[in-house]
């Protein structure tokens, strides 16, 4: 019965407002630069990369970034919301520099040997 109690009011008292809000503050910046990093992937794929994949994988999860749609109001002060947004601020990283990193040039007869 405790638990459940304190379950409940785990986003309430004083300061839990602006907890919330930080929050939602900083889970918005991590979109900002999600979004910079799915610009950057753009360019990337623009100058000389043509790995759509990684394009798609990149500009697919800037968009439904969790600070769209994970809810801060509810029971835990946008922890949820803040924990998902730098999972998903990393993953449009990791793929958008790896976009930037020069591909493996394709093995040629004069590199195998072959003729």
Known sequence: MAAMVTAMLACSGPGALAHIHENIAISTVLHAVAMAFAFAALVAFAIRSRRYGRL???????????????????????EMRLALSFVGTASCAVLALSMWKKPAALPTSRTTGLQ
């Not at 800037?62 to 509810?74: I, R």
């Open 56 to 78: 798609a994988s990149t500009l697919v999860l800037a968009g439904l970034h969790p600070a769209w749609w994970v809810p801060a109001y509810s029971g835990d002060c946008g």
